[in-house]
T-cell receptor, first 114, second 114 residues
Framework: EDQVTQSPEALRLQEGESSSLNCSYTVSGLRGLFWYRQDPGKGPEFLFTLYSAGEEKEKERLKATLTKKESFLHITAPKPEDSATYLCAVQAWGRGSTLGRLYFGRGTQLTVWP | DSGVTQTPKHLITATGQRVTLRCSPRSGDLSVYWYQQSLDQGLQFLIQYYNGEERAKGNILERFSAQQFPDLHSELNLSSLELGDSALYFC?????????????FGSGTRLTVV
């Protein structure tokens, strides 16, 4: 069964203290790995899609990387406004009921304090 | 504004009742996905429609049903509501089925069953 596990569940950082969030996945064939940011009571906001091992993408203070079994979201010199829940999701190759759907992890709740 | 519109934003109803949640996808997107997010389950895929046809089903209860209309908006019908159905319900859209691109989520409908 396709699964996504994120760690840690919660992370508290001081402003400027860089760190990484982990997303481990088990999927029959990875079509894409997605990172989303979610603020309380809001819908997930798309950040990145990664397709193959070795791929990296950056956006402001965020950098996402992908290996064959996991993805990392690196946060460099975070600011309080980066506080949110970060969700990882995978899309698998397949037919019928599996094609198109995303399998989400439970997320990492990031708090950045001044 | 993500371009995916969900109404209503909040809904409070009693057990045993029936409600309808509405979603208008981003202009040009043909696929609509419904997800349920509860505190103990995270984001769970419910159902997908593509250009008016059901394409995939996830862990959707028999009390729940959905449809996509010719103008591509979608409705999720929840009946015989139970306390455990209280959750955030999100709609997402993408340009094609299983496109591999970032799915765009709406801001959600918060359903409270009392």
């Amino acid at each position: 069964e396709d699964q996504v596990t994120q760690s840690p569940e919660a992370l508290r950082l001081q402003e400027g203290e860089s760190s990484s969030l982990n997303c481990s996945y088990t999927v029959s064939g990875l079509r894409g790995l997605f990172w989303y940011r979610q603020d309380p009571g809001k819908g997930p906001e798309f950040l990145f899609t990664l397709y193959s091992a070795g791929e990296e993408k950056e956006k402001e203070r965020l950098k996402a990387t992908l290996t064959k079994k996991e993805s990392f979201l690196h946060i460099t010199a975070p600011k309080p406004e980066d506080s949110a829940t970060y969700l990882c999701a995978v899309q698998a190759w397949g037919r019928g009921s599996t094609l198109g759907r995303l399998y989400f992890g439970r997320g990492t709740q990031l708090t950045v304090w001044p | 504004d993500s371009g995916v519109t969900q109404t209503p934003k909040h809904l409070i109803t009693a057990t045993g009742q029936r409600v309808t949640l509405r979603c208008s996808p981003r202009s040009g997107d043909l696929s609509v996905y419904w997800y349920q997010q509860s505190l103990d389950q995270g984001l769970q895929f419910l159902i997908q429609y593509y250009n008016g046809e059901e394409r995939a089903k996830g862990n959707i209860l028999e009390r729940f049903s959905a449809q996509q209309f010719p103008d591509l908006h979608s409705e999720l019908n929840l009946s015989s509501l139970e306390l455990g159905d209280s959750a955030l319900y999100f709609c997402a859209s993408s340009v094609a089925q299983g496109s591999g691109y970032g799915y765009t989520f709406g801001s959600g409908t918060r359903l409270t069953v009392v």
